[in-house]
């Protein structure tokens, strides 16, 4: 049987050869039987041992390659490469000693040194480079002109040459200066923060911009001066779904540096992908990550129609495992030398993170709205932060006033009473019958839209609407402001364009549906429309133009759907944030004298809920049928997701009639829904799984398989029990439009009645009441809940623990409270917006901050994180000025303590058992490095820190 080694120099050869290196052994070596050669077992100089790999181009010799057993922690072999690296025999010829690219590599994992950097850093990567690669590095050769034979031969021969050689990273260190131009002082700020975080060569930088204050520009802006000063070959230009690249195109086209009288795209070739290849030409690269990954993949196309959606929506209650990637010789690790994410939402970092990490480049994400993910994918390298309430200030933006309806059955839903006869309506095909309901029929909120429709609920809002317009919300207009309306889907929306064209008496370009089911116009010119066009004067969407789209005019943006997502909110609320030229809104708008403010119209109560940037779900109840199928088609292999989907399918076969089902066995080569369903269940079985790798591996009975090879062997056999869908779009689509077969019952008979329309002024009440129960609990429970006893008592006369906040954070949420910290934090907000900072998701610790704000020892209700971090500076500042001097892993371990503290409260000795203490030597560590008093220092700390 091969031993671990054995089987990890097979991959490695494997890799190799997929990257254009043959690979020899040194008895049997031709250095001029390929560009690149790599020979196995090389002795080097006494005293340097052997290389596993020695690599060579042109005949000179280039690197090394170290190979280790999968697990091996490859930080720790650099010094033996690099040893490897300058032992060289003499009798080998090389332009550059000692040798300059090392890599280090177990099969699974690898990692590689430019020798040639200022700095050389190892980085991990997803494979090895191409022998034109390296030679185009070693040389200073472009990569089109390195695919000529031997320019590092000629380099060699040319010593002049080779001196001026500099690197990517180099040229990073040697950008000219900024000249500003047409860039607002944001736009500047940002790109002079990425070039100084690419100069200290971060593999990765992320630029929060809010809507409408040019993210793009400013990426174009960055773009430009990386391939015209640093001399990047290509770039990729990441976007969200298809019509934000054509826009992003646009931008290139229309963007004139400010060095040259000439555009982007007369400079240097961009090229929108609509294809599945890749310009070679190409220094700029715009595409979806979807076609990306059929690209990757070697698909010689790519359904459009994939392309069209936001990863906003797609992404929403689902975990699934990055996609699987495989090394692709036609789209090298080296392609890109920089890839910008636009908009980047949680899906690109957990879906399709690997599809990312394939390429050996700088990843440079723009968003408005980033999550804790978001943050954490970027390596918390933040460096850029431009907030909607800046960008209102600087006058990028404009304000917004939230202006509340509020519906009977909106809110609560009603009931058809037996003996009334109800419309029934196929929600595929809209096909209508009537029946006489036998018993009451009630249903809720949750059911609006869905299972029932209530035209006169539609009917009510949008009257309101119309009735309130030009009296309350745009008083003294007669034009209909530019008005964006999300609905729930796509019936929803079809039944809001027809209440809005009846109510306001108008005719179709009135208003128009804008969903991805639009047929006869291409959305992208009815959006175009809406930008630049008198009519539509209202829009009504899904998610199509809920982020990253730019239309300037819309005036008003009205939800008619709920939203749990606090990113997407802001983006779908960010359409409505652009400015525009006086002249350009006025054409649109004729009775508008510019834009000053927007009002965002709330239905359903979305701005009064608290919304959440937590992950997703392990599990999958609540993602519709047609994501799962299209994340199984995409070769996702998660376990809850195809648990989630086998459950569907089972489900699915029970309703149907015989003709639908032998259809569909039809279409699937035989198999039942039943089959297919129970074939995945089978594949998710732990002993199924363990009998698969036996037989796979070729093990006796009873001998366990290597976590490797039962990983192997179960996705082998979940993709064998996902097949039967992933291979088969006609059965996905026949799946899907047999589940959208279910009627919708029409309610014709409730009226609906309006409860409240006006400017949120209510919402300052609803936060004060709840601000006053909240001190009132306190004062009442002061005696009794521990935290409190502490809080409440100052000085203090013990020390608040973890546990203690613990039970605080549970007394408040008790029922019949059932308050949360985040709820009670806006609340705050909502009365004084001044004195309360750090809006968002809250950290259980930030309790003892509302206390202590509710109990007015605070001035200002700041984040536990927050105050942490400015005692832990200045407690620093401090100790400096006192002489007192940490070194730098003195300096990591404090912060470490410092950051324990922020989640806990306090640090006991028992935390030292765990991360990141325990791997980096513990309690044990912490006293060689401090010595005697550190018992004295983490009491310090504790009273320093938690104040």
């Known amino acids: 049987m091969p031993t671990p080694e054995t089987r990890a120099r097979a991959d490695i050869d494997a890799a190799l050869d997929k990257a254009g290196?043959?690979?020899?052994?040194?008895?049997?070596?031709?250095?001029?039987?390929?560009?690149?050669?790599?020979?196995?077992?090389?002795?080097?100089?006494?005293?340097?041992?052997?290389?596993?790999?020695?690599?060579?181009?042109?005949?000179?010799?280039?690197?090394?390659?170290?190979?280790?057993?999968?697990?091996?922690?490859?930080?720790?072999?650099?010094p033996q490469t690099a040893k490897y690296g300058a032992g060289l025999p003499d009798y080998l010829d090389t332009l550059v000693k000692p040798l300059p690219f090392l890599y280090q590599s177990t099969s699974i994992e690898t990692r590689f040194t430019n020798g040639l950097d200022p700095e050389p850093r190892s980085r991990r990567v997803f494979s090895f480079h191409r022998p034109e690669t390296l030679a185009a590095w070693i040389s200073g050769t472009p990569p089109a002109q390195a695919a000529v034979a031997s320019p590092i031969l000629r380099a060699a021969e040319d010593p002049a040459r080779y001196q001026a050689v500099t690197t990517l990273r180099a040229r990073l260190q040697k950008m000219p200066r900024l000249d500003?131009?047409?860039?607002?002082?944001?736009?500047?700020?940002?790109?002079?923060?990425?070039?100084?975080?690419?100069?200290?060569?971060?593999?990765?930088?992320?630029?929060?911009?809010?809507?409408?204050?040019?993210?793009?520009?400013?990426?174009?802006?960055?773009?430009?001066?990386?391939?015209?000063?640093?001399?990047?070959?290509?770039?990729?230009?990441?976007?969200?779904?298809?019509?934000?690249?054509?826009?992003?195109?646009?931008?290139?086209?229309?963007?004139?540096?400010?060095?040259?009288?000439?555009?982007?795209?007369?400079?240097?070739?961009?090229?929108?992908?609509k294809t599945n290849r890749i310009d070679p030409t190409a220094r700029v690269v715009i595409t979806t990550i979807q076609r990306l990954y059929s690209i990757l993949k070697g698909e010689p196309e790519l359904d459009p129609s994939l392309e069209e959606g936001s990863h906003f929506d797609t992404a929403s209650g689902l975990v699934p495992e990055p996609v699987p990637v495989v090394y692709n010789p036609d789209v090298p690790i080296e392609t890109f030398d920089f890839i910008v994410i636009d908009e980047c939402h949680r899906s690109i970092y957990n879906l399709w993170r690997q599809v990312l990490e394939y390429f050996d480049a700088y990843l440079i994400g723009l968003t408005a709205t980033p999550s804790k993910q978001t943050f954490g994918f970027f390596n918390q390298n933040l460096v850029m932060e431009y907030s909607y309430p800046q960008a209102v200030a600087d006058g990028v933006n404009v304000d917004h006033d939230i202006y509340r309806i509020r519906t009977r059955i909106t809110?609560?839903?009603?009931?058809?009473?037996?003996?009334?006869?109800?419309?029934?309506?196929?929600?595929?095909?809209?096909?209508?019958?009537?029946?006489?309901?036998?018993?009451d029929l009630a249903y809720d909120a949750a059911d609006l839209d869905r299972a029932v429709v209530a035209p006169d609920q539609i009917r009510t809002v949008i009257r309101t609407f119309r009735d309130r317009l030009f009296t309350e919300i745009f008083p003294g207009r007669s034009h209909v402001p530019k008005t964006l309306i999300y609905a729930k889907d796509d019936a929803h929306a079809e039944e809001i364009v027809q209440i809005v064209r009846e109510e306001f008496g108008k005719g179709n370009d009135f208003c128009q549906k804008i969903t991805y089911k639009t047929t006869g116009v291409r959305p992208e010119d009815l959006i175009q429309s809406f930008r630049i066009s008198y009519n539509p004067r209202i829009a009504v969407t899904v998610d199509m133009i809920a982020t990253g789209t730019d239309i300037k005019p819309i005036e008003i943006v009205m939800f008619m759907r709920a939203v749990k997502s606090r990113t997407f909110f802001e983006q779908m609320k960010g359409r409505g944030v652009r400015v525009i030229d006086e002249t350009e809104f006025k054409a649109v708008t004729p009775d508008a004298e510019r834009k000053t403010r927007f009002v965002l119209i709330d239905c359903?109560?979305?701005?009064?809920?608290?919304?959440?940037?937590?992950?997703?779900?392990?599990?999958?109840?609540?993602?519709?049928?047609?994501?799962?199928?299209q994340r199984v088609a995409f070769g996702s292999l998660d376990r809850d997701l195809l648990s989630s989907l086998a459950s569907r399918l089972a489900r699915l076969d029970r309703q149907l009639g015989a003709p639908d089902k032998a259809r569909l066995a039809e279409c699937a080569g035989g198999h039942t829904l039943q089959d297919i369903a129970r074939g995945i269940i089978d594949a998710l079985d732990p002993d199924r799984q363990v009998e698969a790798a036996r037989t796979m591996f070729g093990l006796p009975p009873g001998e366990d398989p290597t976590p490797e090879q039962l990983e192997q062997a179960t996705r082998e056999l979940l993709r064998q029990a996902a097949a039967p869908i992933a291979t088969n779009p006609d059965l996905r689509e026949q799946l899907v439009s047999l589940r959208r077969h279910y009627e919708q019952t029409i309610d014709v008979v409730s009226k609906d009645s309006l409860l409240e329309a006006g400017f949120d002024a209510q919402a300052r009440e609803r936060a004060r009441e709840l601000t006053t129960s909240f001190e009132q609990f306190i004062i009442e429970h002061k005696d009794e809940i521990t935290a409190l006893q502490v809080l409440y008592s100052r000085p203090y006369g013990q020390r608040l623990r973890f546990a203690d906040i613990k039970a605080l954070a549970d007394a408040i949420q008790a029922p019949p409270r059932q308050w949360t910290t985040d709820r009670l934090w806006q609340a705050y907000e909502t009365l004084d917006k001044s004195r309360v900072r750090g809006s968002g998701m809250r950290r259980l610790?930030?309790?003892?901050?509302?206390?202590?704000?509710?109990?007015?020892?605070?001035?200002?209700?700041?984040?536990?994180?927050?105050?942490?971090?400015?005692?832990?500076?200045?407690?620093?500042?401090?100790?400096?000025?006192?002489?007192?001097?940490?070194?730098?892993?003195?300096?990591?371990?404090?912060?470490?303590?410092?950051?324990?503290?922020?989640?806990?409260?306090?640090?006991?000795?028992?935390?030292?058992?765990?991360?990141?203490?325990?791997?980096?030597?513990?309690?044990?560590?912490?006293?060689?490095?401090?010595?005697?008093?550190?018992?004295?220092?983490?009491?310090?700390?504790?009273?320093?820190?938690?104040?």
């Open 845 to 947: 610790t930030d309790v003892v901050s509302l206390v202590r704000f509710a109990l007015h020892q605070e001035e200002e209700l700041i984040p536990f994180e927050e105050q942490v971090e400015a005692r832990f500076d200045a407690w620093l500042a401090q100790q400096a000025a006192l002489g007192r001097e940490f070194t730098e892993e003195q300096r990591r371990w404090l912060e470490w303590i410092r950051d324990h503290i922020v989640a806990s409260y306090t640090i006991e000795l028992d935390a030292f058992d765990y991360a990141p203490f325990a791997q980096h030597g513990g309690l044990g560590r912490f006293y060689q490095l401090f010595g005697s008093d550190w018992r004295t220092l983490l009491d310090e700390l504790n009273e320093v820190l938690a104040a």
């Open 21 to 78: 290196w043959a690979v020899q052994d040194r008895y049997a070596v031709n250095l001029a039987a390929a560009r690149g050669v790599a020979v196995r077992e090389v002795p080097l100089k006494p005293g340097h041992g052997v290389a596993d790999y020695l690599l060579f181009v042109d005949g000179l010799a280039v690197g090394v390659i170290e190979a280790k057993r999968v697990g091996t922690t490859l930080t720790g072999v650099e």
């Open 180 to 273: 500003p131009g047409r860039l607002w002082p944001a736009q500047e700020q940002a790109v002079r923060n990425l070039e100084r975080s690419l100069a200290d060569d971060r593999p990765r930088a992320l630029i929060q911009m809010t809507m409408g204050s040019g993210k793009t520009y400013t990426a174009i802006t960055a773009i430009y001066r990386l391939i015209k000063y640093a001399d990047a070959q290509r770039i990729l230009f990441l976007v969200d779904r298809a019509n934000l690249g054509t826009q992003a195109k646009k931008e290139f086209d229309a963007y004139v540096p400010p060095d040259d009288r000439r555009t982007f795209t007369q400079l240097y070739n961009v090229q929108h992908l």
């Open 604 to 629: 359903v109560g979305v701005t009064e809920r608290m919304l959440s940037d937590s992950p997703p779900l392990e599990r999958a109840p609540t993602v519709s049928f047609e994501t799962l199928l």
């Open 411 to 439: 809110e609560s839903g009603s009931t058809i009473e037996a003996g009334m006869y109800v419309e029934k309506r196929d929600r595929l095909t809209r096909a209508a019958r009537w029946e006489q309901l036998d018993e």
